[in-house]
């Protein structure tokens, strides 16, 4: 028995401040408390939605509102969009609320199997339903055939599947799990091969694991996969919950068993299967890690951007550089005279499809591209028939490649080398299964949500010979794609909806919630969007529409790139960052635009200023260097702590909408005290954003759609962003900030209406003469509220 520390009492901890409304517990039943039954590391047990739910501390309002809203739609298999602001403890109430309600339907399962056993149990239902077999008339009564067919049919427990965006925001939620009381769950973790393989190389993990997975390759084979990674029982089965990667890791490494297998394993007896919300939406990746969703529970937590990555899932790239590599593949296969009908088919179909994406037009566009027009899915359906490589030609180019696609997974499935048969390479049977999807889009009614080009670029690519697949020998080529772009998430979404017993997507900002349900194809039977759990002194929310000097702050593109406006905005700047000890954070809406505010600040003079008051940091565009940089950050703000608040200098930090700073790092405390966001972040205009708004505007008719208009989807796109970015700077109930939202376009309410409830009820305009003195005030008050309430902790 492989035992780990059970954390699960020293993680606990009692929050006691927080109250409610009449109306928030008219749904909620208290049990009374049995002095006679120990409460073992319990502080709460109580009653939501007809379910008794455990959690490790007093639930907030906002948290009882998630767990409500979860439990009925688990309940009556419907779905939920659950905004909870950032440190309103969503995590734990979506863990605590989805685990209790498994609990008690497995319990509902189980007395029903011991009623069914029960002989006086059996005729129960007599009245209602009569015997099937003996009453002639329920022949033709297909209602309650079917009443009578679900009664008898075997009900299994949901499991759970919790996705987050990144393997980072997972590791939060595990550790989420621990504290609770049901951290005993039979769980697993998947996660990628650069988390959880155990070989030591510098080599790319994936590749170097489907290499050594290859059964073509007999030499090389990876000691780590072997028995205990393949099958049940397997080594890790032992591992006491709750566990993390690095336990996984630990015994992988300790045992030499594969850690990644190892995990996925695991998934067929696991109640809870955290992993990132990829390998949920994207088609191609629940195949190859055999996830099965149907009946279960999908939670994706930090869903803001669920929207585009469905699209993402859904499009189509396909390269001309691995359609040769497929091509000398079949030619291969086609000189050993193996299956020569099945590779023949290939073979023909992308040699023709090569032939054709070099005969398109291309001409350069405005980001060094070479690309040709954009077609609409049924035009770019004639265009191939034309060519004699459209609808016609699919059907059997379709049964060859599942033939070649099976013939490779069952190689993979082979124990005994020796019965290894010729197969296509784990590249060409992606390429395959993308083709595949593709022409069942393009021959579908589907075919409209596609917008299509050909898109031609030079790269270092791996130089292909007939004799050695796998050279790593580079060279500078040219290389087109042909782009299906998916303008419609519900092709991804509405089947994955469809499949599960009910989808929960959380995060702490949603808002504007306006387009998930005709975006996804997808109802959700309930909207949730409570108040946040930090009191209204804790919090100075301000829009800025003028500079210092009067001048009007209005960051459009052509504004921006004045001289007037970026001295207007350094000018505010140094006076935020004289008025607020420790953190700022400071966004713009792209890097081209921060630098070349930058750059204005350094020979104005602007910059040494604000070097005086604070240490700066800018965001990098590669996220393999933010890490460095958030360290630094993180020091610099740590050091401050030992000076008086009213000397202390601290850092600002510059960042840009949509990256790593404004999406995914938490800001605690002292990191973050201000919060500045300077315009609102509308996508740049390019033929991806024209085509998708072009898109909607043509279905916004479909009353069956109900899409957004174009205009309307790219606001809402840009508020999601901002109001992702302003959530870095309050974290939990005692935190406190200023955020600052400058641009004039603030004065329209309907710009203020896009914002997140905690913050448009909030907001005021900034008199910016009396800005300073009252962001001073704020600071003042904050500490000295602090101050009182540790002595009060030191008292008691």
């Known amino acids: 028995m492989i035992e780990t520390p059970n954390k699960k009492q020293k993680l606990m901890r009692n929050n006691s401040d927080s109250s409610y409304s009449e109306d928030e517990l008219i749904n909620f039943d208290f049990p009374k408390k049995d002095a006679s039954s120990p409460q073992v590391g319990l502080q709460h047990d109580i009653m939501i939605a007809g379910t008794r739910v455990k959690l490790p501390v007093k639930p907030y309002p906002c948290q009882i509102a998630v767990m409500n809203s979860l439990i009925l739609g688990c309940t009556k298999e419907?779905?939920?969009?659950?905004?909870?602001?950032?440190?309103?403890?969503?995590?734990?109430?979506?863990?605590?609320?989805?685990?209790?309600?498994?609990?008690?339907?497995?319990?509902?399962?189980?007395?029903?199997?011991?009623?069914?056993?029960?002989?006086?149990?059996?005729?129960?239902?007599?009245?209602d339903a009569g015997n099937f077999f003996l009453n002639s008339s329920q022949y033709f009564d297909e209602k309650l055939f079917d009443q009578i067919l679900s009664r008898n049919k075997t009900k299994k427990v949901p499991k759970i599947f919790y996705g987050s965006r990144t393997h980072g925001q997972l590791e939060q939620v595990v550790k989420e799990f621990k504290k609770t009381a049901y951290s005993h769950k039979r769980m697993t973790i998947l996660s990628s091969r650069k988390k959880t393989c155990i070989q030591e190389t510098d080599k790319n993990k994936d590749k170097l694991c489907n290499e050594l997975l290859d059964p073509r390759l007999k030499a090389k084979k990876c000691k780590y996969y072997n028995d205990d990674a393949k099958k049940k029982p397997t080594i890790f089965s032992k591992m006491d919950t709750p566990w993390d990667i690095e336990d996984l890791v630990s015994l992988g490494k300790e045992v030499g068993t594969c850690p990644y297998f190892g995990a996925r394993v695991l998934m067929a007896d696991a109640e809870i299967i955290f992993c990132p919300y990829n390998y949920i939406l994207y088609p191609e990746i629940r195949d190859s890690m055999q996830i099965n969703l149907r009946g279960n529970i999908v939670i994706l937590d930090e869903a803001h951007n669920i929207e585009n990555i469905c699209r993402e899932a859904a499009t189509v790239d396909i390269r001309d550089d691995k359609l040769l590599i497929a091509v000398k593949e079949c030619k291969?296969?086609?000189?050993?005279?193996?299956?020569?009908?099945?590779?023949?088919?290939?073979?023909?179909?992308?040699?023709?499809?090569?032939?054709?994406?070099?005969?398109?037009?291309?001409?350069?566009?405005?980001?060094?591209?070479?690309?040709?027009?954009?077609?609409?899915?049924?035009?770019?359906?004639?265009?191939?028939?034309?060519?004699?490589?459209?609808?016609?030609?699919?059907?059997?180019?379709?049964?060859?490649?599942?033939?070649?696609?099976?013939?490779?997974?069952?190689?993979?499935?082979?124990?005994?080398?020796?019965?290894?048969?010729?197969?296509?390479?784990?590249?060409?049977?992606?390429?395959?299964?993308?083709?595949c999807f593709g022409m069942q889009m393009i021959a579908s009614d589907k075919v409209d949500d596609y917008r299509m080009c050909i898109v031609e670029t030079n790269e270092f690519i791996e130089k292909v010979t007939e004799n050695d697949w796998f050279s790593t020998t580079k060279k500078l080529t040219k290389v087109r794609t042909m782009i299906l772009k998916c303008m419609n998430p519900a092709i991804v979404f509405e089947p994955l909806a469809h499949e599960v017993r009910s989808v929960i997507l959380a995060s702490g900002t949603l808002t504007p919630t306006v387009s998930y349900q005709s975006e996804l194809g997808t109802k959700f039977s309930y909207?949730?969007?409570?108040?946040?759990?930090?009191?209204?002194?804790?919090?100075?929310?301000?829009?800025?529409?003028?500079?210092?000097?009067?001048?009007?702050?209005?960051?459009?593109?052509?504004?921006?790139?004045?001289?007037?406006?970026?001295?207007?905005?350094?000018?505010?700047?140094?006076?935020?960052?004289?008025?607020?000890?420790?953190?700022?954070?400071?966004?713009?809406?792209?890097?081209?635009?921060?630098?070349?505010?930058?750059?204005?600040?350094?020979?104005?003079?602007?910059?040494?200023?604000?070097?005086?008051?604070?240490?700066?940091?800018?965001?990098?565009?590669?996220?393999?260097?933010?890490?460095?940089?958030?360290?630094?950050?993180?020091?610099?703000?740590?050091?401050?702590?030992?000076?008086?608040?009213?000397?202390?200098?601290?850092?600002?930090?510059?960042?840009?909408?949509?990256?790593?700073?404004?999406e995914g790092i938490d800001f605690s405390d002292n990191e973050a005290r201000c919060v500045l966001a300077i315009g609102i972040p509308y996508l740049l205009q390019s033929s991806d954003v024209t085509m998708k708004m072009e898109y909607n505007n043509l279905n916004k008719s479909n009353e069956s759609r109900q899409l957004l208009s174009g205009s309307e989807w790219y606001t809402v796109n840009a508020f999601r962003a901002l109001n992702q970015a302003i959530g870095r700077c309050v974290r939990h109930k005692n935190d406190w900030g200023a955020v600052l939202l400058v641009d004039k376009r603030f004065e329209l309410q309907q710009n203020i209406n896009y914002l997140p409830k905690w913050v448009k009820t909030n907001i005021k305009c900034n008199q910016i003469s009396k800005l300073e003195m009252e962001l001073q005030d704020f600071v003042v008050m904050q500490v000295a509220r602090e101050k009182e309430e540790k002595e009060k902790l030191l008292k008691n």
């Open 332 to 435: 291969h296969f086609l000189d050993m005279d193996y299956k020569s009908i099945t590779y023949a088919t290939i073979h023909e179909y992308l040699t023709d499809l090569i032939k054709f994406l070099n005969d398109i037009e291309v001409k350069d566009n405005d980001r060094n591209e070479m690309v040709s027009k954009h077609w609409v899915g049924a035009v770019f359906r004639e265009l191939l028939n034309v060519n004699e490589i459209g609808c016609p030609r699919f059907p059997d180019f379709i049964a060859a490649s599942k033939i070649a696609i099976d013939d490779f997974k069952q190689n993979m499935k082979e124990e005994n080398s020796k019965k290894i048969n010729p197969t296509i390479s784990q590249e060409s049977k992606k390429l395959l299964e993308y083709l």
């Open 527 to 662: 909207i949730i969007n409570p108040d946040h759990i930090i009191p209204k002194n804790q919090l100075y929310i301000r829009y800025i529409p003028q500079g210092l000097s009067g001048k009007p702050l209005k960051a459009t593109y052509d504004q921006v790139n004045t001289w007037a406006f970026q001295d207007e905005l350094g000018n505010l700047i140094l006076q935020v960052c004289d008025a607020v000890p420790f953190g700022v954070l400071c966004f713009f809406s792209s890097y081209k635009a921060m630098n070349t505010i930058h750059n204005r600040w350094r020979n104005n003079g602007i910059w040494d200023k604000l070097s005086n008051l604070k240490t700066i940091f800018v965001e990098p565009k590669y996220e393999k260097d933010l890490n460095p940089v958030m360290k630094a950050y993180r020091r610099v703000i740590e050091e401050s702590l030992s000076e008086q608040y009213q000397t202390v200098r601290g850092a600002i930090f510059f960042a840009v909408f949509r990256a790593k700073v404004a």
């Open 78 to 127: 419907q779905n939920c969009l659950l905004e909870s602001p950032t440190g309103s403890g969503k995590t734990l109430a979506l863990l605590c609320a989805a685990l209790a309600w498994q609990e008690q339907y497995s319990e509902k399962i189980r007395r029903e199997k011991s009623d069914e056993m029960d002989p006086e149990s059996l005729h129960k239902d007599d009245d």
